[in-house]
């Protein structure tokens, strides 16, 4: 198979994608030995996007507000009850959903914090632009052409790099690796950005390299012997043919670098259950490459199936289960990393939340502020946090919605200054003022 043929075939049935949009080849040469600031142990970021919209209300419970039950009569969660059942309490006011009980120990321990009444001052219902401003962070703004995770990295990049070309940023990166295994005795790729999944996340893409693998089995970190050109899919696609060469070029020697991390399939710690399925799979691999010392800055996965319109159910039912799988993905990956939860933090994200009365078939139509969860050793756990809007009808958002009173931004913004060291935040989120007095103390 010649050098040109080699290429079309890893386009049409890859399983990794390298996003350079818009960069010179010098750029992309390289690319994926991106600079780190050392040697020493990376933090990293997890972000979780429950796509379509969870319903906080049901997820983190207000069971003290009478008017959550007036609202929701059939699919409201039952309150705390002394001989156990219900809602889990977690302070008198709020509750966790049983399905999310794998991670009541982690709050209790200060492990887990909530923001709840957070979300985007923007007014959109639509799932498509709430996910695009969410993940470009920019609500309101459709032209913004990096994501806010591929921010980030350029706001932790190699300081010596700062203000250099790109040339030789690239080549700069080469001499990390090079000091790094005079170090260790192993070169050790700076795979910075890594997102699971066929194709990045809109929060990834950008100026700075990021990597979307569909499964790291398929090109064989597991130990698997299938071929290269099998190995990708959907790499990348550009019309500046010199960019994909390189790209692809780079997208090549990664594998082989990650190859070589580990000869034997990965096996997580003792007694660690992830979830059947894309979910639990991407976690046990993101918790892999955090393991495998490869400079993991931000880690990304989606988790789907929230958009609860019809039999949205209560205890049991359409939600509990995916709860179910969230939960249960959580705490597998925190168990499984151990200490090491000291370096990391997973961040929940979903577009919007969910109207707090029910509809009339049982379910919940597109709302407004919704919750996060940040889960760590770093984190200011064992607390709701924000500002509780109420849900009495006069206090909702057009009536009818949980009201904003925490900009996602804010919680954004705190963790990758505060956890990843990120400055220049004005960049990161363009158009939004930095103010730490609304920061929520998310982090120690």
Known sequence: MNRATSR?????????????????PEFVTRSLLAATRGAERSRTLVCLFLRGAVDGLNMVVPFAEPSYYAH????????????GGGIIDLDGFFGLHPALDPLHPLYRRGELAIVHAAGSPHPTRSHFDAQDFMETATPGTKSTPDGWLNRVLGATQ?????????????????????AQASMTGTTVPALRGVAMGSALPRSLRGEHPALAIEDLERFGIGGNDI???????????TRQADVFGTAADDAFEAVRVLRSLDGILYEPRSGVD????????SLRQIAQLIKAD?????GFA??????????????????????????????AFHDDLGDRMEDVVILTMSEFGRTVAENGSGGTDHGHANCILAIGGRVNGGHVLGDWPGLETELLYQQRDLAVTTDFRDVFAEIASEHLGADRLDQVFPGYPID?????????
């Not at 929701?72 to 001989?83: D, F, K, V």
């Not at 700062?162 to 001499?175: N, Q």
């Not at 490869?294 to 931000?298: H, M, S």
């Open 8 to 24: 079309r075939v890893f386009v049409r049935r890859s399983g990794l994608a390298l996003l350079a949009l818009g960069l010179p």
């Open 72 to 83: 929701r009569r059939t699919i409201a969660l039952p309150a705390p009850r002394a001989e």
């Open 158 to 178: 190699c300081t010596s790099c700062t203000g250099r070309t790109l040339a030789h940023a690239a080549a700069h990166a080469v001499d990390h690796v090079a």
């Open 227 to 237: 071929g290269l050109e099998d190995a990708f899919a959907h790499l990348y696609q």
């Open 274 to 281: 992830y979830p059947t399925g894309n979910f639990g799979r």
């Open 294 to 298: 490869v400079g993991l800055e931000i």
């Open 302 to 331: 989606d988790i789907g199936g929230w958009d609860t319109h019809q039999a949205q159910g209560g205890i049991e039912g359409q939600l509990a289960r995916r709860l179910t799988e969230l939960a249960r993905g959580i705490r």
């Open 436 to 444: 730490r007095s609304r920061w929520r103390g998310v982090l120690r």
